[in-house]
């Protein structure tokens, strides 16, 4: 039974309409005015708003934008009387969905209401059938449909549940921690504690102590005995990112760790055993660390046993309208925002950047956009400019993976002819002169590239 709450200043309006809609099976609560509505909301909890956009005090407008504000879900119909008829398309404007003209037939708001209802049980549909199609696209806390990320999704279902070494590579901001996370609460040791290190951000006279801890006296400034992150991890994941950072000193213990599943604390005589599933990442390529000698190759192929390569976000590019959806999503949450779409022109902007920085600079992107938008929809004029900019075409061929010469030259041709003959004023002879080619040979360029 859906509940509707009419809004009307006319005491036998509000009768007459609490009759008609409560013998056609809804549920029907009244209010004289648009304070008292706000104030029967949260007992009342309507579907369905029935308003008068005349009354006393606050408007039908004010309360559809009340409503608007508040994230309210009742859908809002308003009544107008004639005269009023530009109020009720206000009204629409500010978020209701229909109006009824004074006076009224029954069937007319009958109608109202069951269009209302019909459009509502399609949205409820469609966010179904997006909250399915989103499962789908999900593993862990990753996004993605793409092939290049099903993959990624494939290989992570097979190897979860092992405790064998996993090593992620992948470009910065393509979410290693995420896959790392993925594995660790998706398989067996969801129970134990994740912790995360990035080998580079510690320095090195100090992240043996981080790893493996410390006992009292172990160095000037060790009063007290200290866990280190594999204690810390005991039972759970530890998760080592930038392993290609890490001295080589470390590497040889990090290597008896792996092989022995013992630790020894910086002044311990014993050794301690230790429970964990050692997950490592990094940007670099660590064959080319080993061939170089900065990198142990032991301990490269005792990490290498299970190799993850997440892909960056130019190789999924379909990947991207989730991940705008989710940054939006996210975004209207935690700062309040209230965008709802995203235009198209904006999406088509969104999806033709490269991302150096992946996925860690799409959510960014999405987040500066979000709070400077204006409107409840992302335009293209919310985006930043290096985003909307048409780049040079001899910028264009460079930054892409074309290698014909013969199609590079057309175009850095026909480019710099165009610039000679924009700069002459379309004087084609002194655009000859500043291309340094005979007349006759620009109006031949001119005439195969087609340029008025």
């Given amino acids: 039974m859906s509940r509707v709450l009419v809004v009307d200043d006319e005491e036998n309006l509000r009768l007459v309409l609490r009759t008609m809609l409560g013998r056609a099976g809804y549920a029907v609560e009244t209010a004289a005015s648009a304070e008292e509505a706000i104030a029967k909301l949260e007992g009342f909890d309507p579907e369905f708003v029935l308003a008068d956009v005349r009354m006393p005090g606050m408007s ?26 530009d109020l009720a398309l206000e009204a629409i404007q500010a978020g209701a969905y ?11 708001v009958l109608l109202a209401l069951k269009k209302a209802e019909e459009r509502e049980r399609l949205r409820r549909e469609n966010r179904a059938l997006r909250e399915e199609m989103r499962r789908s696209a999900r593993y862990g806390r990753m996004i ?58 510690i320095p090195d006279a100090l992240l043996e102590s981080e790893l493996f801890g410390h006992k009292k006296g172990a160095f ?106 989710h940054f939006v999503e996210r975004c209207n949450a935690r700062l309040g925002t209230r965008i709802h779409t995203v235009s198209p022109k904006a999406m088509r902007h969104l999806m033709a950047y490269s991302y150096p920085g992946n996925v860690r600079e799409l959510e960014n992107l999405i987040e500066r956009s979000v709070v400077l938008a204006e409107g409840e929809t992302l335009e293209a004029d919310d985006l930043p400019e290096h985003l909307t900019r048409r780049p040079d ?13 013969k199609k590079a030259n057309r175009i850095v041709e026909e ?10 004023g379309g004087n084609r002879t002194h655009a000859a002169q500043l291309l340094e080619i005979s007349h006759r040979a620009l109006l031949y360029k001119i005439k195969d590239y087609g340029i008025a």
Wanted: proline share 5%.
């Fill in 98 to 108: 229909d109006y009824v003209s004074k006076p009224f037939q029954k069937d007319e």
């Fill in 220 to 325: 000037t400034d060790a009063h007290a005995d200290r866990r280190g992150l594999f204690e810390e991890a005991d039972g759970g994941t530890l998760f080592l990112d930038e392993i290609g950072e890490l001295p080589l000193p470390l590497q040889v213990k990090l290597l008896r760790v792996l092989q022995e599943g013992t630790i020894r604390p910086l002044g311990a005589r014993t050794d301690k055993k230790v429970n964990v599933r050692v997950v490592a990442a990094t940007v670099r390529n660590l064959q080319e660390e080993v061939a170089a000698g900065r990198f142990r190759e032991d301990l490269f192929y005792r990490l290498n046993v299970l190799p993850i390569r997440v892909p960056p976000l130019r190789e999924r590019k379909e990947d991207i309208p989730l991940l705008v959806e």
């Fill in 144 to 201: 993605g449909r793409s092939e290049a990320l099903e993959r990624v999704f494939a290989t992570l279902r097979k190897i979860a549940r092992y405790d064998t070494t996993v090593l992620i590579q992948g470009e910065s901001g393509t979410g290693k921690e995420l896959v790392a996370r993925a594995l660790h609460e998706e398989g067996s040791r969801a129970q134990g504690p994740f912790v995360a290190i990035n080998c580079g951000a």
């Fill in 393 to 405: 075409p001899i910028e264009r061929v460079l930054r892409s993976d074309e290698l014909s010469i």
């Fill in 415 to 424: 480019t710099l002819i165009r610039r000679a003959l924009q700069k002459t």
């Fill in 60 to 85: 039908g407008l004010e309360l559809c934008a009340y409503l608007r504000d508040h994230h309210h879900p009742a859908t809002v119909l308003v009544m107008s009387a004639f005269g009023s008829i």
